[in-house]
């Protein structure tokens, strides 16, 4: 944990996932609470957000094995075993969402931390072939797209959907070339044959 997490937050944390401990550290609570503090360290937290995302994580976690646990025992109605099942799988989805969305944070975190690549101030060559090749490709799924008759229904839909993906990746190359032949500098013109 850093200088960044507010200690009440730490400690009142801390305070609500010793209990969950306690019962393992034969009612000591300065035992549970270390080893909640221990459990807590293991998610890395840096920010109050991820810290409370990993307590959270412990926590369904915990709570999912107490569930489970209950619903082993023989002498529980079938009804009450299958509620205890279905808290048990209710929380570790919860904790699962937890994690990833704690995760998502400290990859944004990691991110933002490391140096940024130099932008590279060499752009291509816009090449005249590719808005040529974009406009072949959108003639060829025009085409298709007319061309249905004599086939099943699934031949038929197979055909209109790579008919659409290709026009979508058309349109999709001839704005990016679009955009790239806008920020490409000025080239002068290759030296002909005859300037030579």
Do not use: C
């Amino acid at each position: 944990m850093t200088a960044d997490v507010n200690p009440t937050v730490l400690e009142t944390i801390l305070t609500h996932l010793a209990l969950l401990f306690l019962t393992a550290a034969a009612g000591d609570p300065s035992a549970a609470r270390g080893a909640a503090a221990q459990a807590l360290a293991a998610y890395h937290a840096q920010t109050e957000e991820e810290l409370r995302l990993a307590s959270e994580i412990l926590s369904f976690s915990l709570h999912a094995l107490e569930a489970l646990g209950q619903a082993a025992d023989r002498e529980l109605s079938l009804n009450r075993i299958l509620r205890l099942r279905g808290s048990a799988v209710s929380l570790s989805r919860e904790a699962h969402t937890a994690q990833r969305k704690l995760d998502q944070l400290q990859r944004a975190r990691t991110a933002a931390t490391q140096p940024q690549p130099q932008a590279q101030t060499d752009q291509p060559a816009v090449s005249d072939e590719m808005p040529r090749a974009i406009a072949e490709a959108e003639r060829i799924a025009k085409q298709m797209m007319g061309k249905h008759s004599g086939m099943t229904w699934t031949q038929s839909y197979q055909k209109r959907i790579l008919t659409q993906r290709m026009a979508e990746n058309a349109k999709k190359n001839q704005a990016k070339y679009a955009a790239a032949a806008l920020n490409a500098p000025a080239m002068s013109p290759e030296p002909t044959a005859a300037a030579l």
